[in-house]
């Protein structure tokens, strides 16, 4: 198909479809516009939107015309193709929050210099920081060489950056450490790099990666991580101080293990992805705190 668009099945991440997109032969309303999806970034984040797409409302961005089946949100950029918006003209290149399709269709609001909001109906009662369109054009980071970078990074590290804000916030907690579940991911070492500022300062945690041992050689060589673990060699890890668990995994197995290991020193459990969406399950009858969703526009507002 020329104009195509790839979708999941919700319940089932492992069920896929390539569809025809609508979107690129809509007619459209006089205050909307479409643009082409050029291209996109791919990472375990996307995943963590297909794991948590019912619970955060994930799939509600952008819904699909198949039943049981939803489109999960990527990052990157696109150019308009066909727009009578004022202030949107065809040619002109945003970053922003697209479905995996060819093309999409939006309804511009608040345009300005900076770029646009999407005032789809269906959309006013998502967060706002997911219906924002950045113009490239005016943008100060935007640099066309490093499209694949940022739309690869801009995002992760956003949200990485929040999650040192909130545990800073919060004095972490009164934590003398703080573990990652996750640690290769993207998000997770975005995290422990903000973390590892703070060395040298009276309040700066010990941080330790928890990560597969294909991958500790690679999550060691970050730097980022004063000390990272295998899975299995949890139990080596001392649970005598107070300890903050962030958890990019979403693997319920793990979690009960750090938090049997921790007990009441687990000052703080906080759920942030679902890299393993396979091994997802709930959080009641831990030993420790119940674990809090991190959810980052939340901390933005």
């Known amino acids: 198909m020329?104009?195509?668009?790839?979708?999941?099945?919700r319940q089932n991440l492992r069920e896929v479809r390539w569809i025809e997109d609508e979107a690129a032969s809509v007619?459209?309303?006089?205050?909307q516009v479409r643009l082409r999806v050029d291209c996109f970034a791919l990472t375990s984040n996307n995943v963590t939107y297909g794991a948590f797409g019912d619970t955060m409302r994930y799939w509600d961005f952008y819904p699909?015309?198949?039943?049981?089946?939803?489109?999960?949100?990527?990052?990157?950029?696109?150019?308009?193709?066909e727009s009578g918006v004022e202030g949107v003209p065809v040619g002109e290149r945003f970053f922003g929050y697209y479905p995996m399709s060819s093309h999409v269709v939006l309804q511009p609001t608040h345009v300005d210099d900076s770029g646009f909001v999407d005032g789809a109906a269906h959309r006013r009662e998502l967060h706002a920081v997911y219906n924002k369109?950045?113009?490239?054009?005016?943008?100060?980071?935007?640099?066309?060489?490093?499209?694949?970078?940022?739309?690869?990074?801009?995002?992760?590290?956003?949200?990485?950056?929040?999650?040192d804000d909130f545990l800073a916030d919060n004095?972490?907690?009164?934590?003398?450490?703080?573990?990652i579940a996750s640690a290769s991911s993207k998000t997770a070492y975005?995290?422990?790099?903000?973390?590892?500022?703070?060395?040298?300062s009276p309040d700066a945690p010990t941080v330790v990666g928890l990560t597969s041992p294909?991958?500790?050689?690679?999550?060691?060589?970050?730097?980022?991580?004063?000390?990272?673990?295998?899975?299995?060699?949890?139990?080596?890890?001392?649970?005598?101080t107070p300890a903050v668990y962030v958890d990019m995994s979403g693997n319920a197995a793990l979690r009960a293990q750090v938090h049997?290991?921790?007990?009441?020193?687990?000052?703080?459990?906080?759920?942030?992805?679902?890299?393993?969406?396979?091994?997802?399950?709930?959080?009641?009858?831990?030993?420790?705190p119940r674990p809090g969703l991190f959810f980052a526009p939340a901390q933005i507002k």
């Open 190 to 200: 975005g995290t422990a790099f903000c973390l590892s500022r703070r060395r040298g």
């Open 27 to 31: 007619p459209l309303a006089a205050d």
């Open 171 to 179: 004095a972490f907690f009164g934590a003398k450490t703080v573990v």
């Open 260 to 288: 049997a290991h921790f007990g009441e020193l687990l000052a703080y459990s906080c759920s942030v992805g679902g890299t393993h969406w396979d091994e997802l399950g709930g959080g009641k009858g831990l030993a420790g």
């Open 133 to 163: 369109l950045t113009r490239c054009r005016t943008d100060p980071a935007y640099r066309p060489e490093q499209e694949a970078e940022m739309a690869l990074l801009r995002p992760l590290y956003v949200t990485s950056f929040l999650i």
């Open 64 to 81: 699909c015309p198949v039943e049981g089946f939803g489109r999960i949100p990527v990052w990157g950029f696109a150019d308009v193709v």
């Open 214 to 240: 294909a991958n500790r050689a690679f999550t060691e060589s970050l730097g980022c991580y004063d000390r990272v673990l295998a899975y299995e060699d949890l139990a080596t890890l001392p649970a005598d």
């Open 2 to 9: 020329a104009h195509s668009s790839f979708i999941v099945q």
